[in-house]
């Protein structure tokens, strides 16, 4: 009975959130979601979770199985039963570790500031919040805004480690990099007041320290031709925006999906910078490292079970311990 009950809630309600729509459009759009009911004990327990429940299945829009209806979910390749399992495994890390206070302020409200300051009249700060419209790029993201415009957005979610070859357990999974256009006018202004620096950096720089946190000694981050929104045309970007960017903060192939970063990320030494360039780098990850440390602090209160171990395999180094003070120089 609970199986029925499930499935004649779910299409009621997809059917009333696409009720705008023409009858054709409504019949398909059901018809593509309800191959969900196919895993029913995932979805009930997926939409049990308090933090679903409350801030996802009430609200108006049509995004309601947004880890079945759209053409990918996270990672191109996922078939519909790792769509579905990633989506509870993102869900239900975020409700049973975090606090009421932190599911309602990132799902329910405008996000959870993990680090800010005012520069020159202008505020610059980096939020937590969930994705909204582009969830099943990744459920929670990472936003950085000048003046409450948005600069960059790195999107994560917490999976299965031994879906991208990173051992077991769950590894936070990077899965979308996007920034704004390379003209915008606050993209100069950024680049004013932060020489030599990127948004996409002090984003990765907060997921660092929610990955920290929470007791990770890993990050996994996707690869450029499998981000969902990857076409060929675009692949130059896609590979600086990816790819190249996990490489030059030490991410090793984990196989098809994903790259691997050690944590805290690894950067070259400083003696091997130029002299004349040792300084602006002392700089920078300086920044970096107080980002880091902000969004520790910022975050820490609101974890209410913290991950000793969260992934193994064979590597030595996998659970080398990096105190979150100790980030100085990183």
Not at 64 to 84: A, E, K, P, Q
Not at 92 to 119: C, P, Q
Not at 303 to 317: A, E, G, Q, Y
């Amino acid at each position: 009975m609970k199986y029925f009950s499930f499935c004649q809630q779910l299409l009621e309600l997809l059917i009333h959130k696409n009720k705008t729509k023409s009858l054709l459009s409504r019949a398909l759009s059901c018809a593509i979601s309800a191959r969900g009911l196919a895993y029913p004990k995932e979805h009930i327990e997926l939409f049990s979770l308090p933090l679903v429940r409350r801030h996802i299945a009430i609200r108006g829009d049509e995004n309601l199985l947004f880890h079945v209806r759209h053409r990918h979910y996270l990672c191109m390749g996922f078939d519909l039963s790792t769509r579905i399992a990633s989506a509870l495994s993102h869900y239900r890390f975020e409700n049973h570790h975090h606090s009421e206070a932190y599911i309602d302020s990132v799902f329910g409200g405008d996000g959870i500031v993990l680090w800010s300051t005012m520069l020159h009249g202008n505020y610059y700060e980096i939020r937590l919040r969930e994705s909204k419209k582009n969830r099943h790029e990744g459920g929670t993201s990472i936003v950085m805004l000048v003046d409450g415009i948005c600069l960059n957005e790195i999107s994560y979610a917490w999976v299965n480690a031994s879906l991208i070859n990173a051992g077991t357990g769950v590894i936070p999974f990077i899965t979308r990099n996007q920034s704004i256009h390379y003209n915008a006018s606050e993209l100069h202004l950024f680049r004013s007041h932060f020489p030599q620096q990127s948004p996409h950096y002090f984003c990765l720089a907060a997921i660092q320290g929610i990955s920290i946190a929470h007791g990770f000694s890993k990050l996994a981050a996707i690869k450029y031709d499998h981000q969902i929104a990857y076409t060929l045309q675009y692949t130059n970007s896609f590979r600086n925006s990816y790819n190249d960017l996990w490489q030059s903060f030490g991410g090793q192939d984990a196989g098809n999906e994903a790259y691997l970063m050690n944590l805290p990320m690894t950067l070259p030494p400083l003696d091997q910078i130029p002299s004349k360039h040792r300084k602006r780098a002392t700089l920078r990850r300086n920044q970096w490292a107080t980002i880091t440390n902000s969004a520790v602090a910022s975050i820490s209160p609101h974890i209410v079970t913290k991950l000793s171990s969260p992934v193994s395999d064979n590597s030595p180094h996998l659970f080398s311990h990096h105190p979150p003070e100790l980030l100085q120089e990183w």
